[in-house]
């Protein structure tokens, strides 16, 4: 192709995202009143800088409260142009790590890379136009590399043989695997879109579901009679994991999170659909979460079982399970910390879920204990410990059970993000590190040698990490066998920690605590 063809199709696939629903903020014209896109306050200098159109509806409209964040040249860091000096931060790595880079600012280049908007910078970088759009009521896909994220205009999906009634496998790829049930109005790259299936798995890629992508004759969404259902709501496609477990359906939530970034769009005003072409429920105990990201529930595929789907603007998510992924199959750079992707993440959640920050308190320090209460990893001295922190002066101590019949997670958070030290067992309850504030402290008592897992996910958010020492001063009750190894395991014990021990490492985390910078600048600023 020409310079002046591939020219065209730069341009009217960027008129194609511009002119999407996805776009948020892109103002018709006709008036210029702002529209709020629902963000933590923080994060306004930010969206501004990759959102003109909406920052310019903010200066012309007097009831705007975000004119002071206008002109702060702020970015992200995938965005064209930004410089690192206009990063929210960059990761702090304090000592290099041999064989992974050869200097400190290699090494955070990488750790900004696996962990932080390097991501997603390179995964921009990789997009690529699949299926070509000649018109603007044409159809495009585009996807990063091996087909990991994709988006979508004027998509067809034929739903008529899903037979979801009758299908137990949820990510079953048989019903996609043949040309005609998904494709839309354009010229495919076939053999690029063949060449991607490195990363072919369930939740990994979308390599299985669009790799038999069609050019149809008609084109979707404007030749209605071709469609049962045409959807022009803005709709992302999620493969979802474990819904029961937090760590890994958090995994969801960070790459939704991401891919709306990708995006340039937080709206709630959209679809979710969960890719699932299985007749099972889906248990989620963290159902409260989607509300963060849409204003409705989500759907499932299988409501669409039997039908012909028209969308107009469609987005398929990055994927929970991906190779190199965020934050599970991560292989982390070590001594590195601090990811702004994450801490954005966290702020976005806490934002749009209503949960507030009450300190830190000049004079106390929260620590919070979750007790988990299930077949193992529980503390069975778990009375003495707190008995033992109840007697540390200046501290106040909360002992918690997360239970979802119970507790909402926004009430769970509103609890975690109060907490100054937080302490459990290993377990996917420590996920909420992720929400704690900067100055917190995690402690991990037994990582049940599972060691880089939630150490891993610490440096990632930024907090301070800590876990027992010395293994003479713990026990391990009631053994059981792995179910699967038919052996002892860790995992599947309790254990008794010594008490003084316990004592040592708390006065540690303790003044970690009061030394940070973020918890002692607002008790400075009240002193002068």
């Not at 509806?57 to 002071?68: G, I, M, N, T």
């Not at 699932?276 to 429920?281: A, I």
């Not at 806490?350 to 009450?358: A, K, P």
């Not at 490492?505 to 918890?519: E, G, N, P, T």
């Amino acid at each position: 192709m020409s310079n002046m063809g591939m020219e065209s199709v730069w341009l009217l696939c960027v008129a194609f995202y511009v002119g999407s629903a996805f776009s948020q903020g892109v103002s018709d014209g006709s008036s210029r009143k702002f529209n709020d896109p629902n963000l933590p306050p923080s994060q306004y200098p930010f969206f501004f800088q990759s959102h003109p159109e909406m920052a310019e509806d903010c200066r012309l409209d007097e009831s705007c409260p975000y004119k002071a964040d206008l002109d702060q040249a702020r970015c992200w860091g995938y965005e064209e142009g930004c410089l690192v000096s206009q990063y929210p931060n960059f990761p702090v790595c304090t000592e290099l790590a041999i064989g992974w880079a050869k200097d400190i600012e290699e090494q955070q280049e990488l750790f900004w890379t696996q962990a932080d908007f390097g991501f997603i910078k390179h995964t921009i970088e990789t997009m690529k136009v699949i299926c070509e759009p000649k018109s603007e009521d044409d159809s495009l896909l585009e996807c990063s590399e091996l087909i990991r994220h994709c988006r979508a205009k004027n998509l067809y999906l034929d739903l008529r043989k899903l037979e979801s009634a009758h299908n137990r496998k949820r990510f079953s790829v048989e019903a996609f695997n043949k040309p005609g049930v998904v494709g839309g109005h354009c010229k495919l790259d076939r053999d690029y879109l063949k060449s991607q299936s490195k990363h072919f798995s369930e939740l990994q890629s979308w390599y299985g579901e669009l790799n038999e992508y069609t050019e149809t004759v008609f084109k979707p969404v404007k030749h209605k009679r071709k469609c049962d259902l045409v959807i022009t709501r803005p709709t992302i496609f999620m493969k979802f994991d474990s819904g029961v477990n937090m760590y890994h359906h958090f995994c969801d939530f960070i790459n939704l999170y991401m891919s709306q970034h990708i995006n340039g769009s937080f709206s709630q005003d959209i679809n979710i659909v969960m890719w699932d072409s299985s007749n099972m429920v889906y248990g989620d105990l963290f159902f409260d979460m989607w509300s963060v990201f849409t204003d409705t529930h989500f759907l499932h595929l299988k409501d669409w079982d039997g039908k012909r789907i028209c969308i107009a603007d469609g987005v398929f998510s990055l994927l929970p399970r991906m190779q190199r992924g965020m934050f599970y199959n991560m292989p982390l750079v070590p001594h590195c910390q601090g990811s702004s992707l994450m801490r954005a993440f966290s702020q976005h959640v806490l934002h749009r879920l209503g949960v507030t920050q009450e300190g830190p308190k000049k004079d106390k320090i929260r620590i919070t204990l979750l007790d988990r209460q299930t077949k193992h990893r529980n503390i069975v001295n778990q009375n003495e410990l707190v008995e033992e922190l109840q007697n540390m002066p200046g501290v106040e101590v909360n002992v918690v059970v997360y239970h979802w019949r119970n507790m909402k997670i926004a009430d769970q958070l509103q609890i975690t993000h109060n907490s100054d030290i937080f302490i459990g067992m290993h377990g996917a309850g420590l996920t909420h590190l992720l929400f704690l504030p900067d100055w917190a402290v995690i402690f991990e008592i037994s990582n049940c040698e599972d060691e880089n897992c939630y150490k891993h996910l610490a440096a990632i958010r930024g907090v301070k990490y800590m876990t027992w020492e010395d293994n003479d001063l713990v026990q391990k009750h009631n053994e059981i066998d792995h179910p699967a190894l038919g052996k002892p395991h860790p995992k599947f014990c309790d254990y008794k920690f010594d008490v003084p021990e316990f004592r040592r490492l708390i006065l540690q985390a303790v003044a970690h605590v009061r030394d940070h910078k973020a918890y002692r600048q607002p008790h400075e600023k009240d002193e002068l």
